[in-house]
């Protein structure tokens, strides 16, 4: 298919000769149902061993996973991913380079509809258990960020407590009878507790009126 002019895909993809790019993102689309998120991570991996390749460099089994998540992770600690950054650079590799190469999920959903003809609007399919690790992904990310601030707050003397440890949870509040659920909780049972109220509500007066 031709280029779309403007197409950031089409360039880097070009540029890192990843011709093959185009038939794994729509194998992995349409195949593995990747999402759009899982996508961009996959074609940024690509360009990043791609760069590591040329320039002599041997990725072992999960050290472009690493370097990448090290690049990009805001979790990761500033001295680790600034070690990572010396290793790569050292090894002749453009980082801020290739960081600017790396695709958005926007983007990459841009290509898909304009370029491959791929409609990413398609209906969607519910995955309770992919969403529920998906949150506990971001909780997880944000309990880390809460104790690294404490943690760097207490080491300068601006807050006194030993050994901090925070503790972040998801709730979830019915806006219409103001119950409260855990996030886990929620996703388990499925419902409010009003909604079976209301069933068993209706089935009590539907028995009584047949009565």
């Not at 001295?79 to 790569?88: G, I, S």
């Amino acid at each position: 298919m031709a280029a779309h002019e403007g197409c950031k895909v089409e360039r880097v993809t070009e540029r890192y000769d990843l011709h093959e790019a185009d038939d794994r993102l729509l194998r992995r689309r349409e195949n593995e149902d990747a999402s759009l998120r899982e996508l961009e991570t996959h074609l940024n991996r690509r360009l990043l061993k791609q760069a590591m390749i040329e320039q002599g460099m041997s990725p072992l089994d999960g050290e472009v996973e690493n370097y990448y998540r090290l690049l990009t992770d805001d979790t990761v600690m500033t001295t680790a991913r600034r070690e990572a950054r010396r290793k790569l650079e050292k090894a002749g590799i453009d980082v801020d380079g290739v960081e600017t190469d790396f695709v958005s999920y926007q983007t990459v959903r841009k290509h898909l509809n304009e370029c491959l003809d791929k409609d990413t609007s398609e209906e969607y399919t519910p995955k309770p258990d992919n969403d529920l690790k998906n949150i506990e992904k971001l909780r997880q990310r944000l309990q880390n960020v809460v104790e690294k601030s404490v943690g760097r707050l207490t080491e300068h003397g601006v807050i006194q407590i030993d050994s901090p440890e925070a503790t972040v949870s998801v709730k979830v509040t019915c806006g219409e009878c103001g119950r409260t659920y855990g996030i886990a909780t929620l996703f388990r049972r499925r419902e409010c507790s009003c909604v079976s109220d209301e069933t068993d509500g209706a089935s009590k007066q539907k028995a009584t009126s047949l009565n």
